[in-house]
């Protein structure tokens, strides 16, 4: 007799498709239900066995092919990435019979909710094969995003089930993660472990790596709450010291917030999500550099545009690339390289093709290139160290900072803003005697006061310029 311990809602797709099969290799039915102190956020897993369709078993395949190559834990990483969003934003859902026309209107108010200010559609199925089935539950769970076939959402029979844990289930149907799970959840808050139940571990303590569109939104219907699977009453997510004005704020079941609407905007529209070079980097190399960003399943061609503007006019480099891997999951990241010119700003974006048809375009992140390049001059013999100032002041768009040092060695050349921090590093090198100049390209910089320091093993001298644009 096969027992499975699950502490997981349906995200853990791949360890829970994965025990599917395992179960029905050894037609063993038995799944432990596991308990908490909050029962919404459990799993009873033996339902799942209900799921049993030509297009499950070929998504199974696919995962148990990726297990054996690269180990279970970049497979459960992957999937949380890239969870399907629902076709044209068509969601398509079931009633099970037994569901009262309480919850049904508790279903229908909070369908209304997610339509409104998104391109979804709730349609009550016919006979479309991907589609949600709601039936009761003693414990409440969803997949995340469309999964393929019928797929589960478990919720309470009890009437008192709250309204938000609707809006929160449907929203994990729709391809959403716990907000206070994603990936950079350590900049905006901090979970305390010794304090979460078993439960707990799993549906905050890891964290997912997810698919960011949109800015940490501590007032999300994904968002737990303060002491949400706490074992002993205290806190088990606290925000960080910036963020304290939430922390009475969020664990929202009341309505979806507009960071919600706009993640799933997005990612309906499959944009693609850009890794690196990440938005505002200014010390980017300038040679193959590489574009990283993550697609989705379903594409199989990138379209990657570099351009000089934001508005993408000036474009300085294009390619369409394939999709790496795409046949067995597109999990995998995707990459173009590109030949760029140094010290020079540029904003790059990607979109991506299904089915013949072109995608909305990313997002587009802007970056600058390097400063690893100067010239140096022979004007007779520096005398010592010198720091000039920078032609033109104020500064519009370009300008240039000569130096003159008079002996070899390690010479830096830092920028920073008014508040002291550094900006970038303009030379960084072991220089030797003469007289330097470094042009500066302020595109991606603010208006303001900046500085920029000489600093040499013996020295450093410091001067100040105006940005006005
Ligand atoms: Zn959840």
């Known amino acids: 007799m096969f027992v499975f311990k699950i502490f997981s809602e349906w995200e853990e797709t791949v360890t829970i498709r994965a025990t599917l099969s395992i179960l029905v290799l050894f037609l063993s039915f038995f799944v432990t239900i596991s308990y908490s102190s909050d029962p919404y956020y459990a799993i009873m897993a033996n339902q799942w066995l209900d799921i049993n369709d030509s297009q499950q078993s070929i998504t199974r395949q696919r995962i148990l092919n990726k297990k054996r190559r690269s180990g279970p834990e970049l497979i459960q990483a992957a999937m949380g990435k890239h969870n399907s969003p629902w076709t044209h934003g068509n969601v398509y859902y079931q009633f099970a019979p037994e569901i009262t026309s309480f919850t049904k209107d508790l279903f229908i108010r909070a369908f209304r909710e997610w339509e409104d200010g998104t391109s979804l559609k709730f349609i009550e199925r016919t006979n479309q094969p991907n ?17 393929g076939a019928r797929q589960l959402l478990l919720i309470t029979p009890y009437e008192h089930t709250p309204y938000g844990t609707v809006l929160h289930e449907l929203g994990h149907a729709l391809g ?24 707990g571990q799993s549906q905050i303590g890891h964290i997912i790596p997810t698919l960011n569109y949109t800015p940490y939104d501590f007032l999300s219907v994904m968002h737990y709450g303060r002491n949400t699977l706490s074992k ?54 300038a040679g193959k550099l590489e574009l990283c960003w993550y697609g989705f399943r379903e594409a199989d061609k990138f379209q990657v545009q570099v351009a000089r503007d ?53 997002d587009p992140a802007g970056f600058c290139t390097m400063i690893n390049d100067y010239t140096r001059y022979q004007k007779g013999q520096p005398d010592g ?41 303009l030379i960084s090198n072991l220089l030797s005697p003469g007289h330097y100049e470094v042009i500066w390209d302020s595109k991606r910089f603010a208006n303001g006061v900046y500085f920029y320091r000489l600093s040499t093993s013996r020295n450093s001298l410091t001067r100040k310029m105006v940005l006005v644009k």
Request: proline letters at 5%; aromatic letters at 12%.
């Open 385 to 425: 160290l010198r720091l000039y100032q920078n032609y033109p002041n104020p500064v519009q768009s370009m300008t240039t900072i000569a130096f003159e040092c008079s002996e070899a060695g390690p010479a830096k050349l830092t920028l920073y803003n008014s508040q002291g921090k550094e900006i970038t590093e």
């Open 131 to 147: 589609y949600i089935y709601i039936i009761y539950s003693e414990i409440t769970s969803s997949g995340v995003g469309m999964g």
């Open 176 to 199: 959403l993660h716990h907000e206070h799970q994603r990936s950079d959840r350590d900049q905006y808050i901090d979970v305390f472990m010794e304090n979460l139940t078993s439960l």
């Open 310 to 362: 934001s508005n993408f006019t000036e474009i300085v480099a294009e390619q369409i690339v394939p999709a790496v891997d795409v046949h067995v999951n597109a999990i995998e990241k995707q990459y173009a390289v590109v030949d760029l010119t140094r010290n020079t700003s540029y904003y790059w974006r990607v979109r991506c093709r299904i089915e013949n048809e072109y995608k909305s375009w990313s």
């Open 232 to 285: 002993n009453t205290e806190d088990t997510i606290r925000p960080k010291a910036p963020y304290m004005l939430y922390i009475d704020r969020f664990g929202n079941r009341q309505s979806v917030s507009e960071l919600d609407k706009e993640g799933i905007r997005k990612f309906c529209a499959y944009m693609p999500v850009l890794i690196s070079p990440p938005d505002g980097q200014v010390d980017v190399d």
